[in-house]
Structure formats: C-alpha cells, structure tokens
C-alpha cells in the first residue's frame, strides 16, 4: 500500500463518526450525480471526508487551501480512489496555487467546500459563468466566515454557504483543541525547544487563543494575552493569564502564536523591542499576521532551516517558524489537527453539504447556520462512539423551561 493510503487508513481508525455517516451515505447516494468542488488542507484527515462524499456518489475534486498544507504522497493516493480527483501540491507557487483552483472549477462543481473561502471568492469574481450551477457551499473556518458575511452584507454572495465554522461543534473542538493542541505541537517539534518556564505570548483571544492559552499553560509556560476586545481581554485577565499591549509583550515574550484573523499584529514596531532568539509563529488562517514583508526589508541576513526562518536584525535573531504561515499545517513536519477532532469537523462538513444537496436550491444567496439538528447529531454520534450516555429531560423539566409563571 502507499504511503498516502496507509496515512489515510491510519487517520481513519480514529474517526468513528464519519466511518458511521460514510455507512449512511453508501446506502442512500445522497450526491449521486452532482460533482463537489473543494479547496480544503489537503492531508489524510480531509482525504476521509473526500472518500466519503465520493461514497455518497458524488464526483469529488479537490484542490489545496495553502501552498503549504499539501501531503502530496496523500494527494497522489487520493487520485487513486474513484471518482476523486485531487490536484494539490505541496509548495506550489502562487499561480500554480490558483491554476489548481482552476481545474476544480473547470469541473463545474454544483457544491463547494472551502477552508478561507477561495472557491467563493473565485466563482464571484472570475468565473461568474458558474454562479447559476452551484447549489451552494460549505466553509470551514472564522476567516472565511468573515468574509463571507461582509459579502452577504454587501449584497454580493449569489448562493448559500454553511457556516461550518460557527457551529459549537466545530469552534468548541476544532479550534480550542484542534488549534491548541497541533500549533504547540508543531512549535516543539520544529524547534526542539521546551515550553515549560517561557513566556507564551498568545495574540487573540477567540476560540483558538483561548486552547493555545491552556495548553501552552498546562505544559508550563507564562502565558502572556494580547487582545483588542476588552471583554475577551478580561476574560484571559480572569482565566489567570497576564493581559498587556503587543509593544510591551514583544519585549518580554520567548514563543510568539498569533491567532487573531487580522493583520499586522506583530510588526516592525514590535520586531525592534524582541528578545534576542525570540520565536514567532501564526495559526491565523492567513500569513499576514506576522509582518514578513518589514522583515524581509530590514533583515541583514537571513538564514533558512527546515521550517524556522532566522532574520538578523541589527545582530539580533528573530526566527519566524513556516513563512508566518499556519503553523500547525505548514511546517514540514506539520500534521494539523488531532485526528477525533477533524472526525467532528468533518463530520459536520459532510451532513452539511449532504443539506446543501438536498435543500441548497430552496435558499437564497447568503450565509446560514448549521442546522441544529445536524450539531446535535455529531455530538450524539460522538459520545456514542466514546460509550458515554446523558440524561435526556423530563416532560416535566421541559415544560419548566418553556415557562414563565413558575411562581416565587
Ligand atoms: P475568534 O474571532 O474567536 O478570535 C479572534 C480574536 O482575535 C478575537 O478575540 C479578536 O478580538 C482578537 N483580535 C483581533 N485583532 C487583534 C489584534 N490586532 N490583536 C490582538 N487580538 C486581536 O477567531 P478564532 O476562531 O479563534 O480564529 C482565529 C484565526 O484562526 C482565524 O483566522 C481562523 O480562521 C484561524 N483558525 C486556524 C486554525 C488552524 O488550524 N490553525 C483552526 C481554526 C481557526
């Protein structure tokens, strides 16, 4: 068997919950006859979703939602499955990158899911051709959330897209575990460096800031927040964490993981007050977190390692880990999110797209929520699969919530 194959059995031992929905779609070929569009990181987690979108008939295409992502030994097993055709590959360049988006599209998908939006944004703005062809789509993460809604608040999103991303099934997992987890992982094994007793400083706290926090403490750092929400900020004051401005963190801070879905929040600025050796590092959907531009203007030399990036301020070193790239993915030995979290996710992505196929054509261009049902039965599916039972309400305590006059 090949090395992408055995990674993709490997991931699907540990993702019961779409092995159950993938049964499910064997029987009723929810997409036969529709082809799905994706842009996703392409490793051996989303290959599971792939093969069970393909196993509910649908013709899959994909393509990579980074130029870093790629496993391309999953890629090439991918095109070795049935009706999947996979054409991502690792660092690729910018126009190969939206070549292979290109071929996606090329293949009419009637359903698209994407990680940051780029299928959308390319249908809306330059191959408007298949507007009236798709159903509608699916996204995965906060960034492309954010842009989505402000182009539904424009006027300008022509199909509905699931707000994957927003659901707690994704955000209270993918993003706090997932993120939390993976990033610090992929920090100490791309710098072999220890986290216990250094200062920790974690930019943004949402959803993934608030895991990176947590775990970054549990493994012993001096866990330092910087915020722009004064409620998230002191949320992470009351968690325990110390609360200050970039400027002042940036002189104190020996691990750097932005997480904020904004731009510049380390920049030239903050780059003169690091410490010597200082390690900077994003998990923010996009590479812009981080200012590599100034750096790459004022750096005197730079020094290239596997994944770590050293440029030489004045005699100062600064490593900047996989391009200021997402960090969990993009180093080379990045493996993105534990596999039982991606389960969930995919889990998810997968029931909504099933929606989309069979509801899309009812709903109007604009950004919807994950059913709740479709929530609610992943979670079902996943403490089913953990053996874990809940209590379910009594009539009584039902009719108790519903109520208003229950008396003093
Ligand atoms: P969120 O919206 O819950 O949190 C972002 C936080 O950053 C907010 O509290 C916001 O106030 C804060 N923020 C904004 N600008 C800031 C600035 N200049 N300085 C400090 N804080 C600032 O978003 P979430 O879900 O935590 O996602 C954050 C980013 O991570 C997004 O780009 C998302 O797409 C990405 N993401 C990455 C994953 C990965 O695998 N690495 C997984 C999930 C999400």
């Known amino acids: 068997m090949s090395s992408g194959m055995l990674k993709i059995e490997w991931a699907a031992q540990y993702m019961p919950v779409l092995a ?16 799905i569009g994706m842009a996703l990181h392409v490793e051996a987690k989303t290959a599971n979703l792939v093969t069970t979108l393909a196993a509910g008939g649908a013709v899959v295409h994909i393509t990579g939602c980074n130029p870093l992502s790629t496993q391309d030994d999953v890629a090439e ?39 940051g939006m780029d299928l959308i944004h390319y249908i809306h703005t330059k191959r408007r051709d298949l507007i009236k062809k798709v159903i509608g789509g699916c996204e995965e993460t906060t960034t492309g959330i954010h842009r989505l809604r402000s182009m539904a608040a424009e006027g300008k999103l022509e199909f509905p897209v699931v707000a994957v991303n927003d659901t707690p099934m994704k955000r209270f997992f993918d993003n706090v575990h997932g993120t939390g987890e993976s990033a610090l992982t992929s920090i100490m094994i791309t710098t072999n460096t220890l986290i216990a007793g250094k200062y920790v400083v974690i930019a943004g706290y949402g959803y993934c800031g608030r895991g990176l926090a947590k775990k970054a403490h549990g493994l012993g750092a001096k866990v330092i927040v910087t915020e722009v929400d004064p409620r998230r900020a002191l949320e992470a004051h009351m968690d325990g964490y110390s609360v200050m401005t970039m400027e002042k963190a940036a002189a104190l801070g020996d691990i750097f993981i932005t997480t904020t879905g904004n731009t ?81 996710s995919f889990a998810l992505q997968a029931l909504c797209a099933r929606f989309i196929a069979k509801s899309g054509k009812k709903l109007k261009g604009g950004v919807y929520d994950v059913p709740q049902e479709i929530d609610e039965e992943v979670a079902n599916r996943k403490l089913s699969s953990l053996g874990l039972s809940i209590d379910s309400m009594t009539q009584e305590q039902k009719k108790y919530l519903c109520s208003w006059d229950i008396g003093t």
């Open 77 to 115: 097993a991918l095109n070795t499955v049935k009706n999947v055709h996979c054409y991502a590959r690792r660092a690729c360049t910018v126009e190969e990158y939206y070549e292979a988006i290109n071929k996606v599209l090329d293949a009419q998908p009637v359903i698209t899911i994407d990680d």
């Open 20 to 35: 159950a929905i993938r049964k499910q779609f064997e029987k009723e070929k929810p997409f036969a006859g529709m082809t």
């Open 264 to 344: 510049s929040v380390i920049n030239g600025k903050h780059f003169k007050k690091l410490k010597e050796g200082a390690i900077l590092s994003n998990a923010g959907h996009f590479n812009v977190e981080i200012d590599m531009g100034w750096l790459h203007d004022h750096a005197d030399n730079v020094v290239q390692r596997e994944g770590i990036e050293t440029f030489m301020l004045k005699g100062k070193a600064v490593h900047v880990l996989a391009e200021g790239r997402l960090v969990n993915l993009a180093t080379p030995k990045g493996m993105g999110h534990p596999i039982e979290v991606m389960d969930l």
